[in-house]
């Protein structure tokens, strides 16, 4: 779980050295939608964002071996392209391998949630 918070605090602080270390370099993410990218797509798009804030609720997370997978609630508030402040309620789960015993981020999958749910 705290993998997933410094994830998200290194994306709201573009920064770009974090991911680069919690991403695995054959990491895939689903976004909302269908699209998938690959590690490069996920770091561009993420360096490019404008999050304001993300919180972290609902967390389930499993451990077997040298694989974790992560299920949570990310409530995350950005700027939209018009520069208004928008809030959206994603679900996502991530898929953890460890490695040269350092947990490494191989896959996402987000979704998005209606608010309340």
Known sequence: MALNREWGEAEIRHDEAALQRILDDRFVCTWPGGKTVDKAGFMA?????????????????????????SVATDTVTGFADNGAEET????????YIKRAGQWRAIAE????????T
Not at 57 to 67: K, R, V
């Open 45 to 69: 798009a993420v360096l490019q964002g404008s999050f304001i804030s993300q919180t972290l609720s609902d967390e389930i997370t499993l451990i077997h071996g040298d694989t974790a997978v």
């Open 88 to 95: 959206h309620v994603l679900r996502f789960t991530a898929t």
């Open 109 to 116: 999958h987000i979704s998005g949630l209606a608010t309340g």
